[in-house]
């Protein structure tokens, strides 16, 4: 099967995870199960075992699909005038929350059970990264502080949260993807030596501070559609605490966490629960590779080129909610 890739951002973009990861590993691993891969993606773009082209937004789709494609995986929504408008079968994943109840093509898949029930479908895929990329774990090595994952300047990820749990079990916290002072989403200034910053971080320096935490504090107040920064804690063994929105349940089961809704309870359980970190490395070993995610988009990809569309009716968003209770 020739699939075409098509995403609106450049590739690769590694510094800090993202679609793009996710792309650039379900494209290769298709490559590898013996599928042909074109990527439409931004010029400035470079990858060493699929054909790119130049992505032209201010063109019609159908212009840009060359003849020998046999399916279009749209990274974001084309906004199609109909399903069959594009003149060749398409997949989109739908990768965030949508605000507004807007209708989005019936052939939509989405990262979760819970995201895809939000938008009354039951239709999901879940993203799974190229494990051998992220290098061997140390499970031997002494973790004696914990860590906060994602963009610290978005309020939903509740840095804040995170630091009050860290501070309430008495653990040190290692920010990852945040700065000491925030001016842009209101003023933030944290002054404690407990808490150390090391703004948007990718690549080893990501992987080094990861094998050396204890755990991850993750208090989200959405419902997260996936948490790619879940599953990479995960690898290196470290335990989540977070809050019980969105695919948390379903990325963090009992032996490799904790799910609360206040930081009372998180704290406690960093500060006192031990959990294995090879199980928590071999939980998403197995159910969050890049295999994996190959083998569910082609059952979707295969479904669709026979004609059927994956909805029965076009998905909408169904909760709206942009902040969830948290009580700190």
Not at 138 to 167: C, E, M, Q, S, T
Request: aromatic fraction near 10%; proline fraction near 7%; hydrophobic fraction near 40%.
């Amino acid at each position: 099967m020739h699939v075409m890739i098509a995403n609106n951002s450049p590739i690769p973009v590694f510094a800090y995870g993202g679609t793009e990861r996710v792309i650039w590993d379900l494209g290769r691993k298709l490559v590898e199960m013996g599928h042909q891969v074109t990527y439409l993606v931004p010029e400035g773009s470079r990858c060493d075992f699929a054909r790119l082209l130049p992505i032209r937004p201010e063109r019609p789709w159908h212009e840009q699909v060359p003849d020998d494609v046999d399916l279009v995986h749209f990274q974001f929504d084309p906004r199609l005038a109909s399903d069959d408008a594009l003149g060749k079968p398409f997949l989109f994943t739908e990768h965030g929350n949508s605000h507004r109840p807007r209708a989005l093509p019936r052939n939509t898949v989405f990262l979760t059970r819970n995201h895809a029930a939000r938008y009354g479908s039951t239709e999901f895929v879940y993203n799974g990264l190229d494990w051998s990329a992220y290098g061997p774990v140390d499970f031997d090595r002494p973790r004696r502080y914990a860590h906060f994952l994602g963009k610290g300047a978005w309020g939903v990820k509740n840095l804040k949260g995170a630091i009050r749990v860290a501070r309430l079990a008495g653990v040190e916290l290692e920010v990852l993807g945040g700065e000491r002072f925030n001016f842009r989403r209101g003023i933030r200034m944290t002054f404690s030596r407990r808490v150390h910053f090391h703004g948007m971080v990718g690549g080893q320096q990501k992987c080094e501070l990861l094998n050396g935490s204890r755990g991850m504090v993750f208090p989200v107040r959405w419902h997260e559609p996936f948490g790619l920064a879940v599953i990479e804690s995960l690898y290196f063994g470290c335990p989540v605490f977070s809050t019980p929105y969105g695919s948390l349940p379903e990325l963090v089961p009992q032996d490799c966490g904790v799910l609360a809704a206040d930081a009372p309870t998180l704290a406690e359980a960093l500060q006192s629960r031990r959990f294995d970190a090879r199980a928590c490395h071999a939980h998403v070993v197995q159910h969050f590779s890049s295999d994996a995610m190959a083998r569910g988009y082609l059952r979707c990809y295969e479904r669709v080129v026979a004609g059927e569309l994956l909805n029965a009716v076009p998905p909408a968003i169904q909760d709206t909610a942009r902040s969830l209770p948290w009580r700190g």
